[in-house]
DNA sequence: GTCTATGCAAAGGCTTTGCATTTGA
DNA sequence: TCAAATGCAAAGCCTTTGCATAGAC
């Protein structure tokens, strides 16, 4: 593989992914880089989630909806989904979960997991 | 919603995905019944697929490869994908992660939870 | 100058949907 | 008989890719 370059559009997506906790997907992203840059586009966005996922600088997560949320922030940490809105929510991390280390035994190598929880957020619960 | 008929379609993808713990794909479920139905088409697997979770005779699972998974197990357990050949194996369910309540609290309600670890599997890590 | 990143649009892959027909009760 | 389920194919949606151009070093 190459070298990795400076972009400024890499910069602007992980800076606003670090700076807000909402779990966007890669259109949502994409909507609000274009304000800042009109000629931004939809796959230089999934090129660059793809990149800094790989870099470890950012996490994807499942979404309900079909589409695939991202995530700034990667200290270990749980997620809420609501099945109604889809809204994605942090949650505390379970000392247990992270704890566990299957590593060459049954399994294999365990590097990463991911907890999600299911249900309706305060919002959807009370209609 | 209407009535729940009877169809030998759904009750052959039932059936299979009893027998098997492999977590397949639609399409994987899809060639297998095939098989046995050489006109079951892929739509009316999906539809089948999304009716039995709706009814919570079986789970989907979020795959790795852009392709969802199907459980027909759904008594608490936990997944381990391989981030190299995507198989997805069973894991004992952490008791911590399944009791976590936090009904009507900071978050609203919740119905369900996925753990999935990420790793390379024995096959994968040897190599 | 050279190699990476981008923009744009087309192509891909998985899943859903429309509609005429078949099937279960 | 009549709604539900199916088969088939087309449409949808999210994501990836090809290619010419712009940008970083």
Tied chains: 1, 2.
Excluded: W
Excluded at 115 to 124: E, H, S, V
Aim: charged content about 35%.
């Amino acid at each position: 593989m190459g070298e990795l370059k400076y972009s400024r559009q890499r910069e602007a997506l992980l800076k606003e992914l670090r700076s807000r906790r909402d779990h966007p997907s890669a259109e949502m992203l994409y909507l609000t880089l274009k304000k800042e840059y009109p000629h931004m586009s939809l796959g230089t966005v999934y090129r660059n989630l793809a990149l800094l996922c790989e870099l470890g600088e950012i996490k994807k997560i499942p979404g309900n909806d079909g589409s695939e949320r991202y995530d700034g922030f990667v200290e270990a940490h749980d997620h809420f989904v609501c099945s109604k809105c889809g809204k994605v929510m942090d949650l505390e991390p379970t000392a247990e979960t992270a704890d566990r280390k299957i590593k060459n035994k049954d399994i294999g190598c365990i590097e990463d997991y991911s907890l999600i929880y299911y249900g309706l957020c305060k919002d959807c619960y009370k209609k």
